[in-house]
């Protein structure tokens, strides 16, 4: 089951809110807590593995990122965000080195369907690698505080041991449900004394962490995966040669696979491509032009405030229904089989097969 197959709408409209706390965790990754206004509680209501955007200005330029909500396991209805810097520049760049208590953020309400299967007293076997810790803690927290039956185990990958992200909450995790937490540590660039937990998580090594936390490809286990594209897609097929449900495997990327492909161009051939949009309760009307390759390039001339963050089908944030017309959906990794069934497309990977092409964002 891929990332929103439980169903999650875009969301829409921007609310500007203040940073509270800016917490250092490593020297690449800060937490950012924002303030909530009681008027914006239940607006940003979250479940445990959604993600929110954020828009922010930055040398003039207009950047949007998603970033998952990850509570600390104290405060499970807080926003909060971590952010980790991987190169120079960009919003992880300012979040790290300038951003501090009082500066506003534009932030979207929450959305995606990443997040727990719905089976009391399931085996929760979670697999992150870096930054992908995010999403999987607050779910992690999630089952054991109020499945009492269930057990959580974590498989987690990082560079050195000054890398893991949230290292304290982890531990908080194991005190508080010390025969029901059971966690895995692999360093990449640091030798540790177990040779299955010096190096990446790969399909020469997943059978002996599987075996290690006592997980079984049986009704009973669900399986949840996140991080870079290699360690997702690799873990999937090692799981399902296993044995494991399809069905009972949810993951979210980080990153797309190496030279992915950009969605198709349309074909114009000399046609008018008209996208009529529902958005807001509004309605919204694009045309495509020459230089567009999918429908959220012609509505953003018109709607600005059409939602989206990645651009690359991995966040979700641009999910809209296709109620006229057809549409090709190019490569991503958020809808499943049920849901593009249903009609459901990502505006910055589709591009128009009819000449009038309908879409609801709202639904």
């Known amino acids: ?24 965790l490593t020297d690449d990754a800060v937490a950012l807590t924002m303030d ?8 940003f209501a979250h479940r445990p593995g959604q993600h929110v955007t954020v ?15 990850c509570p600390p396991p104290s405060e499970p209805r807080a926003l909060r965000l971590v952010v980790k ?31 727990l299967v719905a089976r009391p007293g399931a085996h929760h076997v979670m697999v992150a ?4 810790i995010t999403p999987l803690l607050s779910m992690a927290t999630a089952a054991l505080r109020d499945d009492p039956q269930c057990r959580v185990s974590l498989i987690y990958a990082n560079r050195t041991a000054r890398s893991v992200l949230l290292a304290d909450e982890l531990t908080d995790l194991k005190d508080a449900y010390v025969d029901r937490f059971l966690a895995l540590y692999l360093l990449t660039r640091e030798t540790r004394e177990a040779e299955l937990l010096s ?18 490809p049986d009704g009973d286990t669900c399986f949840y995966l996140c991080g870079p594209w290699g360690m997702v897609t690799s873990t999937r097929e090692a799981l399902t040669g296993w044995g494991a449900d399809p069905a009972r495997t949810r993951f979210e990327l980080f990153s797309l696979a190496p030279q992915d492909p950009p969605p198709p161009a349309p074909e114009f051939h000399g046609r008018t491509m008209r996208i009529t949009a529902s958005l807001g309760g509004g309605t919204a009307v694009a045309v495509m032009e020459e230089q567009d390759r999918t429908v959220l390039d012609a509505l953003l001339r018109v709607r600005p ?8 089908g991995l966040c979700g944030s641009c999910r809209a229904r296709v109620t006229r017309g057809t549409v090709m959906t190019g490569r991503q990794y958020v809808l499943g089989p049920a849901e593009l069934a249903a009609g459901y497309t990502l505006a910055c990977r589709a591009s128009p097969e009819s000449d009038d092409t309908g879409l609801d964002f709202d639904l």
């Open 85 to 115: 810097r991987l190169g120079p520049g960009g919003f992880a760049g300012h979040a790290t080195t300038a951003l501090t208590a009082g500066d506003t953020l534009d932030v979207a309400p929450p959305t995606g369907g990443f997040g």
């Open 305 to 312: 405030d059409t939602p989206y963050s990645c651009r690359e």
């Open 36 to 43: 909530l206004p009681d008027r914006l509680a239940g607006t």
């Open 55 to 69: 828009r922010h200005i930055l040398n003039g330029t207009e950047i949007r990122r998603s970033y998952s909500i």
């Open 199 to 216: 190096g990446r998580i790969d399909t020469t090594r997943l059978p002996g962490l599987l075996r290690a936390v006592g997980a079984e």
């Open 129 to 132: 690698a870096g930054s992908g």
């Open 1 to 24: 089951m891929t990332t929103t197959e439980q169903g999650a709408a875009a969301p829409t409209g921007w609310h500007r809110l203040r940073v509270a706390r800016v917490r250092p």
